[in-house]
Structures are given as structure tokens and as C-alpha cells.
């Protein structure tokens, strides 16, 4: 048999030896993709057959230019893909942004139910050894720590998927106003049951490691305020949960991700069982006929709080506005194993936050800060200032607003106290003639 010379003889051998039939079973179309190619290495074809014919040996070794490439992947990298949900995404993000990488990131979206989104990223380095990933993530957890040392982490959530929102500066507990009994009493509460010990002899007398506070109190008060620094004083993440804005199997949900050690609070907490009520009583409610829209209801949340879906290892704060709305089931002994009262501002209360506002803060440190230092005039201003305004009227939140219009003017602050308290009482008035 004469050996073929050339391309195109080998081509014309493939079309006219007496094997095609078996190259064609083998390869559908071969006989006409040789017969093809004979025409053009033999200059007869067009600017269009070139163009054909290229197109066609991308698509012939596009399955073997995948496959090979996940070949590669496979025996020569190596990948972590970190999830957002994971605290470590957080991190990577981080330390990404930071190097203005962010174009650079390989990451997807991915829908994982009806209306929640999950955001995955994966880094892929050269090497079977996961060496080099692994140090790449401790550099990252190292510098994350220390951008988000003395802050606390707040977290909310969308539907029934936990949300990281932001890291605030942990705020000293010092500068939240409050009775100083009973803030140091709480505190220290709180402190004990987190203390080693404490847990020991929860476990030693099998008894659910948890404790539940109740802050209730008119609006303003400080009962948020005063929780996300308690988280920051404790050192823990704080996971925030809008009564309203949940029902009983989302608010499961959440209470089943929760970490092992952290803050949770539940706000608006004499909203339980009221939502659907309160949606019907809408003139204008939007929801369509034979659809109910469902709030939590007071099994659901006992069954969260001490049934199937509870969780040990965990400090429960729930605030109210309205503690004569809540059910007695709900704050018995056991769920809620202390109640402390926000109450709106005294004298004492009063002088503490002019002082807070305008005398001269001393140097801080992440566990204690003074709000002045000792100066006789803020001390008189202050004094007179409390004397000015009317006890337990108006909550801390209202005279903090007050003030702060006046934070470089506290001689005009003290002088135009009476005209505002004044148009308060006025404006109060007046709402309540509305009512009437």
C-alpha cells in the first residue's frame, strides 16, 4: 500500500477506502467533513466555507477543551467555596475589598427558594496541597478581627435567612441613660449567668441553659439602645427579630441558625398574635380574597422560645411597649426571668443626660467612660435645667433631640427650655383633642 504523502491524499484515502463506513459509524458526518476539507486544502472553497468549516472545529472541540479543563480543576487546584451565610464570607469579602479585587472575585448568585438569594464565592488556587488557601483565609480572619475589634456585629434577617447589617462601634454602656441601680443590676445579671461556673451548674442540674429579659417602657426610653450595648459590653453578636415582620415557621427558622453564644432581641414583642388582626382592620387592605396574611402567634413563639425549636447557650431580650398586652404565659417565670422597667426621664435621669451632652468627655476606653469631667458650671446648668422640665413627661429620646439642636450652645438650651416644653404640651394637646 503506497503511505500517503500529503494532507490531501490522506483525506482522499478517509473518503474513498472501504473503511468510511466504519469511521462513519464511529463519527456521524466524517466522510462529509473529510470530503469537506479536501475542497478546501485544494483552494476551492469560499470566504464563507472557511468561515463554516472553523466554526465547526470550535464546536467539534468544545466538549474536549471542557472536559479537559475540568480535568485540570479536578487533578491540579484546588477550591474552597464559602457560602454568605458562612461568617467567613464576611471576612473574604473584606479582605477583597479592601485590595480592590472586587472585579477580580469569582462569585454567582444563586436562588435557593421563592424570593431568597445566596451568594457563593469560590477561590481556586494551582496546587493539590490546600496549604495556601487555608493561610489565605487566616490572613483574612486575622485583619477582619481586628477592623471589627471593640464593634458589634448586628444582624437582621430577610424572610427567614439571617443577615449580616453592619458592624457598629460598641457603644459604652455608660453613655446609655438609665438608673444607675438598676443599669448595674442588670448587668451584673447578665455577667453571672455567662460566667463558667454558671454554666456548669445549669448542666450539672439539667437545667436549660438560657435566661430571657424583659424591657418594656414607653417609646424612646433607651430599651434598643441599651441592648445593642449590652451585646457589645458582653462581647457577643446581637441578632435582631422584628416581631411583625415574621411568622411562626420563619421565626423557627431563624431561632434554628442561631450561633452558639449571642444576643438575641425580640422587638416589638406585644405584636404576637395581632398582625392578621390588625390587617383586616385596614380600610384599604390589599390582600386578595381567601389569603390571610399570617403574623406569629403565641404558640409558635413559646414553641421557639422553650419548646422542640429552643436553644440553649443564648441571652433573650424582648422589649414592649405595651406590657399589659402581653399574654402571662409568655412572660412567666422561666421565659422571662427578669423584667426591668424604662421609665420616661426624672430629675435624675434629666441632669444626667445634659451632662452627658455638653460636659467634656474624658478619654475612653472599651469599658469605661465617664460622661465629664467634674466642671461646676455644667453641674449648675444641669441642675437647673432638670428643675425646668417637667418629671417622668417626656422620654430621654425627646430631651436628647432637644439638646442637640444646642450641643455648642448650652446657655441656649437652658434658656429656651421653657419655651419648648411649652410647645410640647401644646402639640400634646392638640393630638389628643384630634382624638377626641
Known amino acids: 500500500m503506497k503511505t500517503p504523502t500529503s494532507a490531501t491524499s490522506l483525506l482522499r484515502q478517509l473518503v474513498l477506502s472501504p473503511q468510511r463506513s466504519i469511521l462513519e459509524s464511529l463519527i456521524p458526518g466524517a466522510t462529509n467533513m473529510a470530503t469537506f476539507a479536501q475542497q478546501l486544502l485544494k483552494g476551492k472553497g469560499t470566504t464563507f466555507t472557511y468561515l463554516v468549516y472553523l466554526i465547526g472545529i470550535l464546536t467539534a472541540t468544545k466538549p474536549v477543551a471542557i472536559n479537559m479543563t475540568c480535568w485540570l480543576q479536578k487533578y491540579f487546584t484546588s477550591t474552597v467555596h464559602i ?84 458592624a457598629k462601634r460598641t457603644r459604652p454602656l455608660s453613655t446609655v441613660i438609665l438608673r444607675e441601680n438598676e443599669k448595674n443590676s442588670l448587668i451584673q445579671d447578665m455577667k453571672d449567668f455567662l460566667e463558667p461556673q454558671t454554666r456548669s451548674w445549669y448542666s450539672e442540674h439539667s437545667i436549660p441553659y438560657r435566661r430571657g429579659y424583659l424591657l418594656h417602657g414607653p417609646p424612646g426610653t433607651g430599651k434598643s439602645s441599651f441592648s445593642f450595648s449590652i451585646a457589645g459590653e458582653l462581647g457577643m453578636n446581637i441578632y435582631v427579630v422584628s416581631i411583625p415582620s415574621v411568622d411562626d415557621e420563619s421565626l423557627k427558622t431563624l431561632f434554628e441558625e442561631l450561633p452558639d453564644t449571642c444576643v438575641v432581641l425580640l422587638e416589638d414583642i406585644d405584636a404576637v398574635g395581632s398582625v392578621y388582626c390588625r390587617e383586616l382592620e385596614r380600610p384599604n387592605n390589599d390582600l386578595e380574597p381567601g389569603k390571610e396574611k399570617k403574623g406569629v402567634t403565641l404558640s409558635g413563639l413559646l414553641n421557639v422560645l422553650d419548646g422542640v425549636a429552643s436553644q440553649e447557650d443564648r441571652v ?23 423584667k426591668v422597667k424604662f421609665q420616661l426621664a426624672d430629675r435624675e435621669v ?45 422620654s430621654p429620646a425627646q430631651i436628647i433631640s432637644y439638646l442637640l439642636q444646642h450641643r455648642h450652645m448650652p446657655r441656649a438650651a437652658l434658656t429656651n427650655v421653657g419655651k419648648w416644653v411649652e410647645a410640647l404640651r401644646a402639640e400634646s394637646d392638640q393630638h389628643r383633642n384630634f382624638l377626641e
Open 316 to 338: 433573650l431580650i424582648m422589649t414592649t411597649n405595651h406590657i399589659d398586652k402581653l399574654d402571662p404565659a409568655l412572660i412567666r417565670p422561666g421565659r422571662v426571668d427578669k
Open 350 to 394: 434629666t441632669m444626667q443626660i445634659y451632662k452627658f451632652i455638653f460636659g467634656q468627655p474624658t478619654e475612653q476606653s472599651s469599658k469605661k467612660t465617664s460622661h465629664a469631667k467634674d466642671d461646676p458650671s455644667i453641674e449648675r446648668q444641669a441642675i437647673e435645667f432638670a428643675r425646668r422640665v417637667p418629671e417622668e413627661q417626656l
Open 83 to 166: 457560602q454568605s451565610s458562612n461568617e467567613t464570607y464576611d471576612m473574604l469579602a473584606s479582605w477583597i475589598t479592601s485590595r480592590g479585587l472586587e472585579n477580580a472575585a469569582r462569585s454567582f448568585l444563586a436562588k435557593e427558594g421563592p424570593g431568597y438569594y445566596n451568594e457563593k464565592i469560590s477561590v481556586t488556587c494551582l496546587g493539590r496541597s490546600s496549604v495556601i488557601l487555608k493561610d489565605l483565609l487566616k490572613e483574612c480572619q486575622e485583619e477582619y478581627l481586628s477592623h471589627i475589634e471593640n464593634s458589634t456585629t448586628i444582624f437582621g434577617h430577610s424572610g427567614a435567612q439571617w443577615k449580616k447589617e453592619k
